[in-house]
């Protein structure tokens, strides 16, 4: 097999193309779901939630987040694990949810997890048995009657019904139905989830793998292990090399040799483009944290700074929140990585307007 030989600027090319960042923008929201294969439904709003704001960024202001809301009540769009997937594409993940928690040998972390859950297995049934009577519900109106609590050193810490709603998740007997308010619904998954012909293990695993080379565009053969949503490959695709870049990667052939005609874009910090930090660094050559966390006085670019694309290269961060109670869409700074040209700075501005006006709030520029 050939083995292609790509410069840096032809990889972000083809990253840039194959998550719909280029000028071609896609028809529609369901359109751009099923090409992007997934959107990361994270509730912070700083500007928009993560899901929002990477519709946004691909559609533009014909992007109406009802839209998403609508589709995923009805459940013409259905979310796992936090993620939100064409519904045609959970028959590639029933094969693996039985069988949870994964083939042998299993790692210690999930031998514990299945001790735990075996051993609150009356709790298990405790909520499917109400779901089955009342769903869908929220996860505060579901018993908690474990056992043994869940232990640990970050937030889930006692958080019993979450714990146990998300492994039943995985186990494939439980699925998001939606919300109520700001309250996620959940319910059995045998009333939410198309009764599609399951996908057999091995060519489900290939065929993901094939889906997520065909939304990134290019990608690691191997890469660290990401808990939810892989970000390697493996095999899918063809072998590639990028001058400068050390090892292995895999690229989608069909992206190759097609005009490429970039855009300036908005993107979350979230957003599959950038998700990847090392990825990011390696093609483009891009310092970028996300801050949240941070204290205040040891941020460099912002809360939830926007990391800015323009073309094939990202050029710098936007430092802007939206202040729903004020009515305004405040802009702290625009951090440039490379100066500015005229043209760079008109397109920033008229992605800053749309934002603005997207998201129904007047614009407030303070640098």
């Not at 090892?247 to 855009?263: A, K, N, Q, S, V």
Request: neutral net charge.
């Amino acid at each position: 097999m050939t083995v292609h030989t790509l410069s840096r600027t032809d990889a972000r090319r083809l990253a840039v193309r194959a998550q719909l960042l280029d000028a071609h923008r896609p028809s529609g929201m369901f359109d751009a779901v099923r090409r992007l294969t997934l959107l990361q439904n994270d509730p912070t709003a700083a500007v928009a939630p993560n899901a929002d704001l990477v519709l946004w960024s691909r559609l533009g202001s014909c992007y109406s987040p009802t839209q998403l809301r609508d589709a995923i009540d009805e459940q013409a769009l259905l979310e796992l694990r936090g993620l939100i997937r064409p519904p045609e594409d959970l028959a590639l993940y029933r094969a693996e949810m039985a069988e949870w928690p994964g083939r042998p040998p299993l790692r210690d972390w999930r031998e514990s997890v299945q001790g735990w859950v075996d051993a609150n297995n009356g709790c298990r049934l405790d909520i499917l048995a109400r779901l089955r009577a009342d769903g869908p519900l929220s996860a505060r109106e579901l018993p908690d009657t474990c056992v043994i609590p869940w232990r640990s050193s970050g937030w889930s810490n006692d958080r019993n019904v979450l714990r146990m709603i998300d492994f039943l998740v995985q186990r494939g007997e439980v699925a998001a139905a939606g919300r109520r308010g700001a309250h996620r619904l959940w319910d059995l998954a045998e009333r939410v989830y198309p009764d599609d012909e399951v996908v057999p293990y091995e060519d489900a695993v290939r065929i993901r793998d094939e889906r997520r080379l065909r939304a990134l565009g290019i990608a690691r053969a191997r890469a660290q292990e990401n808990p939810v949503e892989p970000l390697d490959v493996r095999t899918a695709g063809e072998p590639a090399v990028v001058e400068g870049v050390k090892g292995e990667w895999r690229i989608d052939p069909e992206l190759l040799d097609r005009t490429f005609t970039g855009r300036a874009a908005l993107l979350s910090p979230l957003d599959r483009l950038v998700y990847d930090r090392r990825r990011m660094t390696e093609l483009f050559e891009y310092d970028y944290q996300l801050e949240m966390y941070k204290p205040a006085a040891k941020r460099r670019w912002g809360y939830w700074a926007l990391p800015i694309l323009y073309g094939d290269r990202l050029v710098g961060k936007l430092d802007a929140t939206s202040d729903r109670k004020a009515g305004v869409l405040r802009v702290d700074a625009i951090h440039q990585d490379v100066p500015f040209s005229k043209a760079m700075t008109a397109a920033l501005r008229h992605e800053i307007d749309d934002l603005a006006n997207w998201l129904h709030l007047t614009l407030a520029l303070t640098t």
